[in-house]
């Protein structure tokens, strides 16, 4: 089971994506597809947060049409998420870092021992979760 990082569906979302996303996300048996409720906050804040307009119409409706697609398939960050993102954070601030909303992402996905799908691929391996980048990295 794979977790969609924002960027691979913010790539997705585009008129002409990335090739290589798309032939990626094509390749995927789209149950095996997951989202979290971060990266759904972050979808919706930026498209929310663009200017009014016929762009932001788009993606608006874009992002309802994959939000149908994905009704049942989107991961909350939950009691067990909570604990393995406190591990996550005391870990990181030992190291004087801190936790960007990848933490939580990476959190969910190691709560449930899913995959994560992100062009940046490092924060996720960093804490443990195993990752793979859709653009070929």
Known sequence: MII??????SEALKFDPNPAVRAW???QSAETLYLSSV?????LF???ALP???RQ???AKALDGLLGLFKDRILP???EAAQHY???AVTARGAGRFLTPDGYIAAIAASRRFIVASRDAAPYEAAGVAAIDPWGG
Request: avoid cysteine; charged fraction near 20%.
């Open 4 to 9: 969609l990082d924002t960027n691979v569906v």
């Open 52 to 54: 009014t307009g016929r």
């Open 46 to 48: 930026g498209v929310g």
């Open 25 to 27: 996300l094509n390749h």
């Open 57 to 59: 119409d788009l993606l």
């Open 77 to 79: 960050f939950d009691t």
């Open 39 to 43: 990266a759904l906050a972050e979808l």
């Open 86 to 88: 406190a591990k996550l």
